[in-house]
């Protein structure tokens, strides 16, 4: 059985770092890191198989975070797994580091895939996912997408092709929102019914509490050889999550705390 205690103390350390990089370098996206914290915290901490001595294990499976504007967490997350010192998080943002603010797989153990530019992830976790089913490997592949860059084309194409080829070793993760940019995804662009579309194109849509350890768990940790269908999880999510005056609020997805900002989201993430 998971301990969730793991979890939960990586979701802490995971916000708290971020909210610390993010006012350090100037960086902004602290209520999309925030948002998907809990659905990091759950892989890195209970689901994925990896090897922090090994990060090029071929066993190992692989993880894409497509909305890589949130590349700050995986940071975290991987220093924390062992992957490299919790130091070079300090430089996070600055001239001349590694920890670039959108997620980079340069100079990174651990980062599969450098990211920013949104509806490129699926696409290459699919392509990845299918490579290792002609190979007849175990291994699985992660991918966590934000719900606005479901309005991607690139995405639907990825759907249709995981779905045709039966990759059953790839789990797609939507951190569902419901904000995106400068507003809300129905005022720009209404996805739903999504789940009821992704079941159309014959995929196995799980729909979850995206800040439920639990359900999170049980959601993504999918056995391949017993499944027959790409898995996707719409993991319902609260922007912010974690600060009171960041949830749901449009604003977080650009500004940085600073100051008295600052040390109320600090003082709230420690009390939690």
Known sequence: MTDLSTVRALAKTIRLKTLEMTSRGGG???????SMTDIIASLYGAVMRLDPKNPLW????????????????????????????????????????IMSGHVSHKNVPGVELSTGSLGHGLPVAV???????????PSRVYCVLSDGECDEGSNWEAFLFAAHHKL????????????????TTTDTLNLEPFADKLRAFNWDVVEVDGHDYEALIAAMDVDPAKATKPRLV????????????????????????????FEAARKELEAS
């Open 28 to 34: 902004s996206h602290i209520g999309s890191i925030f």
């Open 58 to 97: 071929e066993g190992r499976d692989r993880f894409i975070l497509s909305k890589g504007h949130a590349g700050a967490a995986i940071y975290v997350a991987l220093s924390e797994r062992g992957f490299f010192e919790r130091s070079v998080l300090d430089s996070y943002y600055t001239n001349g580091s």
């Open 127 to 137: 392509g990845r996912a299918y490579a290792l089913k002609l190979r007849n490997a």
């Open 168 to 183: 059953s070793n790839v789990v797609a993760v939507v951190d569902w929102n419901g904000l995106q940019s400068l507003t």
């Open 234 to 261: 719409i993991a319902r999510t609260i922007k912010g999550r974690g600060v009171s005056f960041m949830e749901n609020a449009v604003l977080w997805h650009y500004r940085t705390a600073k100051g008295d900002e």
